[in-house]
């Protein structure tokens, strides 16, 4: 079994100082700009640390545990965003945080994965599985069907719009029912890497105990990193003077979702296309249909109620992607300028959202 490069090893620790730091910032009361820095570069570090334990992950199992896995993991810092603003009554923060996680994960992140994926590719198409998209679109338009129905009903003060939580609550189980599921079948699909060539012949360098560890501990990591980067996030924008819309939209779901941006251009660009479609499209059917109804359960526990009423912009940004989601890689390919044209998609929102 193959170790660690010099380079790897000293990666790791300069990430594990970088934590301590921020840490050490945040207890310590540093000025919140320095502190909401300092968290970032650590957020951006553990997420390497994700792609690096994912990658070996994927030399013994087949893309669809290694995607599952790693999402679930990479998804822990919204879990605590979103319950955090929740307790503190920071609805729209916790409302933007949700939402923005879907729209980065389903525009920025795959728009990046696509363009490296088909940059790699002689005839500039990247290829993957036509599965795992196609059940992405569907669980996502089922979230999106709960939501634009709320949006109609509120918006036509019909009897119904009294009712929201209600709605929300019974919308919460039916997705996650539908959820879990989704995740049994496509889990008892998943096949193992194999065949001939030299690249499926490798073998992971972390054993397997070691590779749970660095997953772990890294996914435990970017919870407290989160926290810190949170912590830091208001007295910052107010200093910078962005609005909490583009906050949460962008900032925390760009920040909370370093785990995927790494992890999955970084698999693109090493020609591993079903992996690198896996931890995004994972990482968006697991919020669109495990993470937000979840926290919708969860909110009725604690002071401030989150449901699946949002502001008319949120609601039709997510239908639109959804649709965009089907068109672009619903037939297992993708070229470069569609990658381009999701990202474009996100500028465009998170421009919107700084005159929110």
Known sequence: MRALSATERGALAGIALATALAGFANYGGWAAVPRFAIATVALAGLAWVVSLATEQLGERFGPAVTGMLQSTLGN???????????????LVVAQTAIVGSMLANAMLVLGLVIVV?????????MRFSKRLPRDTTTLLLLTVFIIVLLALSL??????????????????????????????????????????????????????????????????????????????LQPAIDQ???????????????????????????????????????VVKNSVAQIAAFLFPALVLISFALSTTLTFSLAPVYTGALGLSALALWQVSGDGRAAEFEGWALVSMYLILATLTLYE
């Open 76 to 90: 822990l810092p919204e879990l605590f965003v979103v319950v955090f603003a929740l307790q503190k009554g920071q």
């Open 117 to 125: 994926g088909a940059r790699r590719e002689p005839d500039g198409v």
């Open 155 to 232: 918006g036509s003060h019909d009897p119904a719009s009294h009712h929201v939580k209600a709605i929300s609550a019974v919308g919460a189980v039916c997705l996650l029912g539908v959820y879990a599921a989704w995740a049994i079948d496509y889990l008892r699909s998943d096949k193992a890497p194999g065949g001939g060539t030299e690249e499926q012949q490798r073998k992971p360098r972390l054993s397997l105990p070691a590779t749970l560890t660095l997953l772990g501990v890294a996914g435990v990591a970017s919870a407290f990193v989160s926290d810190w980067f949170i912590a830091a």
């Open 240 to 278: 910078l003077g962005l609005s909490q819309a583009f906050a949460g939209l962008v900032i925390v779901a760009i920040a909370g979702n370093a785990v995927e941006n790494t992890a999955g251009i970084v698999l693109a660009a090493k020609g591993k296309a079903d992996l690198a479609i896996s």
